[in-house]
């Protein structure tokens, strides 16, 4: 009876020391959880303090400066054109001088222009000329100015040319005079009056 009694009783003093290191070990536990607790479900971390210094530094914030995305490209922007278009003006060619301006003709001397032959006859249409120079081209033109017949020299001296009837009317409609004017290459243009007789 007292082997069994001391059994028991040795059963129940090893049931209780068991229970009693069982609930240090989960207060233990529940501590330890508690701590985790705090740093898993604390506050979450800013960006300042993902600027914080690690360690014992000091805790001042890091200012980061804001930069505009389009700011950035449109300075890049500028300055992709900027070196462009320096290239492409140290590329340029010079520009070419500038062709001097053509001489002028030269005068013809009055005893060597184109002058009318004859008298020329109200409406006739047979114009003579003396002097002519190969190659000229001769605008006849009524008194009024109204432009009349367009021809070229064929030889030089003497030579004639004929108009049609309605342009010997229109040379002659006027009275008194046409003029006639002389252009050649390489020299200057004049004008000549011609004498109308009835």
């Known amino acids: 009876m007292k082997r069994v009694l001391g059994y028991v009783l040795g059963l129940v003093a090893a049931l209780s020391l068991a229970g009693a290191a069982a609930t240090t070990a989960n207060a233990d536990g529940g501590a330890a959880n508690a701590g985790s ?47 462009s278009s320096s290239a492409s003006s140290s590329s340029v060619a010079p520009t070419k001088p500038e062709k001097p301006s053509k001489k002028p003709g030269k005068v013809v001397a009055n005893g060597k222009k184109m002058r009318g032959e004859k008298h020329y006859r109200k409406n006739s249409t ?40 309605k342009a010997a009317l229109k ?19 004049y004008t000549i009056k011609y004498l109308i007789f009835k």
């Open 37 to 83: 607790g705090q740093a898993v479900t604390g506050s979450p971390r800013t960006d300042t303090d993902a600027n914080e210094p690690q360690g014992g530094g000091a805790t001042g914030t890091l200012v980061v400066p804001n930069t505009d995305s389009s700011s950035v490209a449109s300075s890049s922007s500028e300055s992709s054109a900027s070196s």
């Open 126 to 165: 047979v114009i003579l000329f003396q002097k002519g120079r190969k190659g000229a081209s001769v605008v006849l033109r009524n008194r009024k100015g109204q432009f009349v017949e367009k021809f070229s020299v064929k030889k030089s001296g003497r030579f004639s040319i004929k108009l049609s009837k």
């Open 171 to 189: 040379l002659s409609k006027f009275g008194k005079n046409f003029t006639f004017t002389v252009s050649q290459k390489g020299f200057k243009t």
